[in-house]
């Protein structure tokens, strides 16, 4: 079945430490996004991509970086410079992103928690 | 910059009672409206999406209704079961290529 998948569902990060998200989506779509995801808010955009090795910061980039080296992943690492990053992460992709009336699609999510 | 307000946070409801949910933004310069589902612990699943140039989108027992002037949205869902107990989050894109949130409307349909 085609859909989003991401990994691991839960993560621990040790102070100092960073960690990457895996998001891998087998629909053939051009646009990836990355999204934080807080109790009581709306989802916030952390960073997105058009194409391949190319993407672009969000509303709140600082302490986060990516990747697009394939079209199918775009993974998201966590840096020690986060000073907050307990929240539930969501991966999504679409068709195309420029004017595009297509939905975005999104994975399970991944949960990550400070040790 | 787009505000997304969903008003109440949390709804309960008895199961076969009709749900109104409601989505209100600032800026009516908008491309599109989604709404979705989110279970607890999930992502989000895509219900329902209205262009610009639409009123109201329609899937099964799903209804959303948009008016751009008055900056709202409303998502009906009829004949309420227990498995439609969720959060509901509905979502606007401008011209570019973001989409605002707002932080959903969580409810409980009661057996």
């Known amino acids: 079945d085609g859909g989003i998948t991401q990994s691991p569902k839960y993560l621990f990060r040790k102070e100092g430490q960073n960690v990457t998200l895996s998001c891998e989506q087998n629909?053939?779509?051009?646009?990836m996004y990355w999204y934080r995801q807080d109790p009581g808010q709306g989802l916030r955009l952390i960073y997105y991509?058009?194409?391949?090795?190319?993407?672009q910061k969000g509303d709140i980039a600082e302490g986060y970086s990516v990747s697009r080296e394939k079209k199918e992943s775009f993974p998201l690492t966590v840096t020690s410079a986060q000073k907050n990053p307990t929240a539930f992460y969501l991966c999504?992709?679409?068709?195309?992103?420029?004017?595009?009336?297509?939905?975005?699609?999104f994975g399970d999510g991944t949960r990550l928690s400070i040790l | 910059k787009q505000e997304v307000t969903q008003i109440p946070a949390a709804l309960s409801v008895p199961e076969g009672e009709n749900l109104v949910l409601n989505c209100s933004f600032t800026?009516?310069?908008?491309?599109?409206l989604q709404w979705f589902r989110q279970d607890p612990g999930k992502g989000l699943t895509s219900l329902l999406l209205?262009?610009?140039?639409?009123r109201e989108q329609t899937s099964g027992r799903l209804n959303a209704s948009l008016d751009k002037s008055s900056g709202r949205s409303t998502l009906y869902i009829a004949a309420s079961q227990p498995g439609d107990s969720a959060t509901y989050l509905c979502a606007v894109r401008p011209g570019d290529y973001k989409l605002s949130f707002g932080a959903g409307t969580t409810v409980t349909v009661r057996a």
């Open positions: 999504a992709s679409s068709i195309e992103q420029d004017y595009s009336n297509q939905p975005q699609h």
């Open positions: 991509s058009q194409i391949v090795n190319d993407f």
């Open positions: 800026d009516s310069a908008i491309y599109n």
């Open positions: 629909l053939n779509h051009d646009a």
């Open positions: 209205i262009q610009s140039s639409q």
